[in-house]
């Protein structure tokens, strides 16, 4: 069965510094995986995602993400994190061979960023 | 462009009564997905459409819960006999298909008192 672990409920950062929000995944066969942001009373925002070729993915506002295979993990990075990065993110992964694309979405890390 | 739309954003009943939300995907989407989430969890995948037909119903917990998309636009979810445990927030996501970034609605909130 497929699954998606997102082993930290919050993640703490001072602005400035980089951030890693820790996302792994377990799935039959080659993943596509997913990054999605939640802010409050609002709908969840694509932000990148991984389906094959180089193993870091870049995506919106300045995100990016690492797919490493031997250790089934796709982090989500950025270099420099704003206050206003500070929000819930989901991880989510579908079998790449699915015949539905139906996604199966970790429990969600809050990030909060502190001036 | 216009992104996904759901209706209503909120809606309280009763428990027993019957309920229907609504979600207008992005023009071009043929591939529909109804999500379930509840406080402090990631959504859930309730129901899947190509076009016209439910391809993957596998997510519904149960006979109570249905939903068309009878011109392969528009969907209604529909839920019969609500119950306190219904409560959460419906999410509608629409995509080019399967393996395609998928695009949410706002969600609506379904309160069963």
């Known amino acids: 069965a497929q699954s998606v672990a997102q082993p930290e409920d919050q993640v703490n950062v001072a602005e400035g510094n980089p951030l890693t929000v820790k996302c792994t995944y377990s799935?039959?066969?080659?993943?596509?995986l997913f990054w999605y942001v939640q802010y409050p009373n609002r709908g969840l925002q694509f932000l990148l995602k991984?389906?094959?070729?180089?193993?870091l993915v870049k995506g919106s506002y300045g995100f990016e993400a690492e797919f490493n295979k031997s250790q089934t993990s796709f982090h989500l990075k950025k270099p420099s994190a704003l206050v206003s990065d500070s929000a819930l993110y989901f991880c989510?992964?579908?079998?790449?061979?699915?015949?539905?694309?139906?996604?199966?979405f970790g429990q969600g890390t809050t990030l909060q960023v502190k001036p | 462009g216009a992104g996904v739309s759901q209706t209503p954003s909120n809606k309280v009943t009763e428990k027993g009564k019957y309920v229907e939300l609504r979600c207008d995907p992005i023009s071009g989407h043929t591939a529909l997905y109804w999500y379930r989430q509840s406080l402090g969890q990631g959504p859930e995948f309730l129901i899947y459409f190509q076009g016209t037909g439910a391809a993957d119903d596998s997510g519904l917990p149960n006979d109570r819960f249905f939903a068309v998309r009878p011109e392969g636009s528009v969907s209604t979810l529909k839920i019969q006999r609500t119950e306190r445990g219904d409560s959460a927030v419906y999410l509608c996501?629409?995509?080019f298909g399967p393996g395609w970034e998928q695009y949410f609605g706002p969600g609506t909130r379904l309160t069963v008192t």
């Open positions: 799935v039959s066969g080659n993943p596509y």
């Open positions: 991984y389906i094959t070729g180089d193993n």
């Open positions: 989510a992964v579908t079998h790449g061979s699915s015949n539905t694309g139906k996604l199966i």
């Open positions: 996501a629409s995509s």
